[in-house]
């Protein structure tokens, strides 16, 4: 059941937007910011957006990383009446910023999948006793209706929204739960909104106040550059690379030292290497068991030399002021993740080195992992057909894993295709449900109902007859308990919850459905199909453009530093002095790439086995069907299908990794019938 908007006929707790309110609670910030944080005065930027925000206004916050915007909204935490919600796809930045407001004696908590169901109730408790100044959570928290209906409950004075940049299409990282929390924020009765980011461009700082209902004088902006960063660009062959980094990290400035690979298989390798030549080098990777992760952020917080060897999460959001290094070992995917990684080197004022060892033959790796995202045309049409199917009916209840597996498209790309069905005025989306909820009880069923009496014993008796017992959980469909119960279903997910709260069953909630709802069904479902393959299309070259941005920074004839901090909007008065160019008075000389040809024996004798493969089971005829799912299967791209079929394992999977995608997809399309 949606959550109603909040409504409170009593605003004499909302901050005033005169003159005299403002200068005072501004008073209170600078007490705070000494008190608690320790700081003596505001960076810049700062001290405007918290003035917008205890003025009752929302704001946007465009800071370099390593900027403050986290203090943007942990300084009104702890003067505005009621909770500070804040938003971050990151559990590093969670993790690092709740252990550091600990220690200073603010109440401040996250929600995420590592928290155990003890540890859910009492957080949970602390929200509704008003105990909790800051809770941090995932974007992806607000699918969890029991969440929802807990924090609807509390008064949420500040939703923070940390990379607010996946707001935008046109961003570097767009993701689009992001397009919904402006509504979550209004469903929760949010009273103002701080959108913060390092890495927005003009366009996609628009995209963000319009998404956020921000003013433009209320977007604050400050300078991307900074004069204790050296940035530098040095071209080298993919043969010479280890030894010019090895060379780098003997060379002052000596210090803690970030080098980002692109691929996790490349992060155990380097990280190897330098331990073997005595550095005190980790890897760190999406692909580590989670404590191994926390043991290696935890030892490189509090080292003064060590190396981190990492894919690019590392880093996000972590207060570490002395790093005196930033080293990409593989190029960069785009500017912003550029500026946003560099960012994180000499927080603390000092000099710090951050350099890209521009090597060309990172291109190939980087462009085809931006084709894999794109699905056939065909795939597009069938899963266009599959939502239309529901014919007796506008409404359905979605799995976006379920369709990804049916029609080969990636999960993301499945959720941006429906965003663009919301945008374009054909679905609505409901609330995310899950279809059901699992209980363990923690007394026997009996003892459980003799502490309560009248119609709530037999109404829970009523919801344990709905359950079904396996050996040690039961199952609950909540829709057809609901409809067994002639009960709201809302009331089951209380009823669950208050016993879970009271440590009489242990729940948890499996089966998440997203529910949409036909506003208007396509006319032309082929030309719908073309128009939407043709948006994830343009998006693949936006992305590859984003490649020859990176490049086009490495060979500039010109201030680096400048073209980079035009790319977001400033314009440096003059030359920053201390770049490759400037220091070098000429542009870099790029290598040029490794010459690759297609081997097109290999490549019939793969189309016949190709032929041998479909054959054998209709999964694998489906994994291999159209040229572009060949490709991806020949340039060892995975996608649903192909994993699904167990073909990631198959020798001819990734044959013609060190060919262009592009090259690939061609020559399949031409052998094709």
Known sequence: MPIAERNDPDDSHQPMNGKTENVTTLEAARAVLQETFGFAEFRPGQEEVIGHLLAGRSAAAVFPTGGGKSLCYQVPALLLPGLTLVVSPLIALMKDQIDQLTRRGVAAARLDSTLTADEVRDLMGAIREGGLRLLYVAPERFGNERFREAISRARVALLAVDEAHCVSEWGHNFRPDYLKLAGYGKLIGAERTLALTATATPQVLDDIRKGFGIAPECAVRTGFHRENLTLAMTPVRASDRDALLLDRLAAPPAGPTIVYVTQQ??????????????????????????????????????????????????????????????????????????????????????????ETLVVTDDLLTLRNFAYGDTPDLEAVRELLADLTGHQETDDMELSFFDLAGRHDIRLLVVRTLLTYLEL??????????????????????????????????????????????????????????????????????????????????????????????????????????????????????????????????????????????????????????????????????????????????????????????TSETPEIAKALAGPRAFARFLTGLPSPRLTRAKLKSHPLFGAFAQVPFAEVLRRVEEMTP
């Not at 990280?271 to 580590?288: D, E, N, P, V």
């Not at 790093?323 to 593989?330: E, G, K, M, P, T």
């Open 424 to 613: 374009e005025g054909y679905l609505a989306a409901g609330t995310p449900i899950y279809g059901e909820y699992e209980f363990r009880p923690l007394l026997s069923l009996e003892e459980i109902l003799g502490r309560f009496e009248g119609e709530r014993r037999e109404f829970l008796r009523g919801i344990f007859r709905q359950a079904r017992k396996a050996k040690v959980w039961f199952h609950i469909d909540l829709e057809a308990a609901a409809r067994g119960l002639s009960t709201p279903r809302d009331r089951l997910v209380r009823a669950l919850d208050y016993l879970a709260e009271q440590k009489l069953l242990e729940v948890r909630a499996a089966g998440l459905r997203y529910p949409y709802r036909w506003l208007r069904r396509p006319d032309d479902l082929g030309a719908l199909a073309r128009s939407l393959h043709e948006r994830t299309v343009e998006r693949e070259s936006r992305e590859i453009a984003r490649l020859d941005q990176v490049l086009a920074l490495a060979s500039h004839d010109g201030c680096q530093t400048a073209f980079l901090a035009g790319h977001f909007g400033e314009v440096l008065p003059h030359p920053c002095g201390h770049c490759s160019w400037c220091l070098r008075g000429q542009p870099a000389k790029l290598f040029p790439p490794t010459p690759v040809h297609l081997d097109e024996n290999r490549l019939r004798q793969a189309a016949s086995l190709r032929r041998e493969l």
């Open 265 to 354: 298989k490349t992060a155990e390798e380097v990280a190897a290497t330098l331990a073997r030549k005595g550095f005190s080098a980790r890897a760190y990777h999406a692909g580590m068991e989670d404590d191994e992760r926390a043991r290696v952020q935890d030892e490189f917080l509090g080292s003064q030399d060590a190396v981190v060897v990492a894919t690019i999460a590392f880093g996000m959001g972590i207060d570490k002021a002395d790093i005196r290094r930033v080293v990409h070992y593989n190029l960069p995917k785009s500017l912003e993740n550029l500026a946003q990684e560099i960012g994180r080197a000499g927080r603390d004022g000092l000099p710090a080195v951050c």
